[in-house]
T-cell receptor, first 112, second 113 residues
Framework: DAGVTQSPTHLIKTRGQQVTLRCSPK?????VSWYQQALGQGPQFIFQ???????QRGNFPDRFSGHQFPNYSSELNVNALLLGDSALYLC???????????FGSGTRLTVV | RKEVEQDPGPFNVPEGATVAFNCTYS??????FFWYRQDCRKEPKLLMS???SGNEDGRFTAQLNRASQYISLLIRDSKLSDSATYLC??????????????FGQGTILTVHP
């Protein structure tokens, strides 16, 4: 049973560029959440998707956007990258009815 | 003030020691509480949920004091493999299936021989 799969694992981008990160949830999970973890900090909630809609959003600018597809997979898009966007981006999936997040191993984004 | 606050440590303890981590949260509407463990450059993994009655899982004991908005984790008989960052996590919604998880900064534990 595959867990949460994220791609790519590592990414280097230049300031001002745009990036798309991908997440496939664990089998049976229909809710996907994205988190940003800067070095030495705990993960910060970006947003959550359920039934292809953004259900909740954390304190992140509109440069951060997302999408959920009918197969429950999800994308995180970040426009106009800043140096401060360098972080580990974690995807977590859960089944709405039963609870229990499973985290993917993350995408490490470096903005230079 | 951060919504979830932890002492970042680091805590350096010898094998076999007992170590305790504390955490406070500011939102009294929080409903669910957890401790996650994160190894270096890995994803967070659920260590245990925390209940008002207190709960134990082997060498690990978690406590919740809703009145004081305080959460604790006690590790007995520390092992080298316990070395990791321990994250205190709060969820406003019931369970972890909905609502955002709010993480503390994490407490670094190093267990040495």
């Amino acid at each position: 049973d595959a867990g949460v799969t994220q791609s790519p694992t590592h990414l280097i981008k230049t300031r001002g560029q745009q990036v798309t990160l991908r997440c496939s949830p664990k089998s049976g999970h229909d809710t996907v959440s994205w988190y940003q973890q800067a070095l030495g900090q705990g993960p910060q909630f970006i947003f959550q998707y359920y039934e292809e809609e953004e259900r909740q959003r954390g304190n992140f600018p509109d440069r951060f956007s997302g999408h959920q597809f009918p197969n429950y997979s999800s994308e995180l898009n970040v426009n106009a990258l800043l140096l401060g966007d360098s972080a580990l981006y974690l995807c977590a999936s859960s089944p709405v009815a039963q609870g229990g997040y499973t985290f993917g191993s993350g995408t490490r984004l470096t903005v230079v | 003030r951060k919504e979830v606050e932890q002492d970042p440590g680091p805590f350096n303890v010898p094998e076999g020691a007992t170590v305790a981590f504390n955490c406070t949260y500011s939102n009294s509407a929080s409903q669910s509480f957890f401790w996650y463990r994160q190894d270096c450059r890995k994803e967070p993994k659920l260590l245990m949920s925390v209940y008002s009655s207190g709960n134990e899982d082997g060498r690990f004991t978690a406590q919740l004091n809703r009145a004081s908005q305080y959460i604790s984790l006690l590790i007995r008989d520390s092992k080298l493999s316990d070395s990791a960052t321990y994250l205190c996590v709060v969820n406003r919604g019931g369970g972890t299936s909905y609502g955002k998880l709010t993480f503390g900064q994490g407490t670094i534990l190093t267990v040495h021989p």
